[in-house]
């Protein structure tokens, strides 16, 4: 099966062999070694010296521990969003009493950092600043470093949450460097490991805003979470088996490097744009802002998207992703982690065929 949806992604056979190991001890020295090394080879594409806590639950559980344990209900927040996930992070706020400003962009666009600053100078002050650094609803990436740039200059004291569940460790962000107080990451998606870890960096400033942050919390209490990691352990069971393989999976982004590995998926990104191109179908996303994990196909009037995505299945064993926006037909195929060009060629070969 060629499986190209945007996570969860395959993996590679020592990822899934790693996987099946027998269950040991979650408060023993074994368990502690490895809880030890996978936070390194994570904070090692975070590029944070900061705290970065593991939680057993998928990326949204992580945005919600970001908003639970920096915010109190009624705190104003701006929500930047330019697509299906900025409107969840959002939606997340919200549903915990935070008083939501949206800053939305219609679907294919990115954020424009002067008017994500002109926003905050206008309606702030913002306890938060929430965006989405790549959006895997519409194959956009947004600029991170220049919306926070942008945030900083405009709101000096306001917290920037960024959802880069499906850029790192694929797209670089430089969390410390360009200021972000929290990040969140998901293990299915470009770490070549199975879903069912949440990754959460935490800013100096994140675990000041914890410290008078009111919003209701208990499993998702990264305080406690810091407690236990500081031990190797974490508060609850860890979902064992995916630690297993995000220890193989981390050791084989850690052989490769993180510059080769970014710059594998630019390679990979550009590749799956051209072979789009190349079939005479459309990028639905701005240009200049089209991810490297992602890839978003916008058909032509006439075509299908539902129609293609059943014959990819059926006649080729090939899944690809639907469309996330409404009215649109469009297909979305990933290219992120373990995948290869062989992997895109067999879907434009299909595709040719299907369209032809
Ligand atoms: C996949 C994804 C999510 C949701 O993650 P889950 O693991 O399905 O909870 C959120 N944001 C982005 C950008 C994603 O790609």
New binding site residues.
């Given amino acids: 099966m060629n499986l190209r949806i945007?996570?969860p992604t395959p993996l590679p056979p020592d990822v899934l062999a790693a996987m099946s190991q027998q269950m040991i001890d979650h408060r023993g020295p074994e368990f502690e070694a490895m809880m030890g090394e996978v936070t390194v080879g994570l904070k090692t594409f975070f590029e944070t010296q900061h705290d970065l806590l593991i939680l057993t639950a998928?990326?949204?559980?992580g945005?919600e521990a970001a908003i639970v344990n920096t915010l109190s209900p009624g705190d104003r927040v701006l929500a930047v969003s330019v697509g299906v996930?900025g409107n969840?992070f959002a939606e997340i706020a919200a549903a915990y009493g935070a008083s939501v400003t949206k800053l939305s962009y219609p679907m294919g666009q990115a954020a424009d950092p002067d008017e994500v600053a002109a926003k905050i100078a206008q309606e702030g002050p913002f306890a938060a600043v929430l965006f989405?650094h790549?959006?895997?609803s519409t194959g956009v990436s947004n600029v991170a470093e220049a919306l926070c740039r942008a945030i900083r200059s405009a709101a000096p004291e306001s917290l920037i949450l960024v959802?880069a569940?499906?850029s790192v460790p694929a797209i670089r962000l430089q969390t410390d460097a360009w200021g972000c107080d929290v990040v969140v990451a998901?293990s299915?998606?470009a770490w070549m490991a199975p879903?069912g870890a949440?990754f959460v960096s935490m800013s100096p400033r994140a675990w000041e805003a914890y410290e008078h942050a009111r919003m209701p919390r208990f499993y998702f209490d990264l305080g406690q979470a810091k407690k236990y990691a500081d031990q190797r352990q974490t508060p609850a069971t860890p979902a064992m088996s995916v630690f297993f393989a995000l220890r193989a999976s981390l050791n084989k982004l850690a052989a490769e490097g993180p510059e080769a590995v970014w710059a594998r998926h630019e390679h990979l990104g550009a590749y799956c744009r051209q072979g789009v191109l190349d079939l005479g179908l459309g990028l639905f996303a701005a240009e200049g802002h089209r991810s490297n994990t992602v890839t978003a196909i916008s058909l032509t009037p006439g075509q299908s998207a539902a129609k293609i995505l059943a014959a990819l299945r059926e006649r080729y064993d090939i899944i690809g992703g639907a469309t996330r926006a409404p009215g649109v037909e469009m297909i979305r195929l990933a290219h992120m982690g373990y995948v290869s060009e062989a992997d895109l060629d067999a879907v434009f070969v299909a595709l040719r065929e299907l369209i032809a």
């Fill in positions: 945007p996570g998928s990326g949204t559980g945005l996930f969840r989405t790549n959006e895997t959802d569940i499906s998901g299915q998606k879903p949440s």
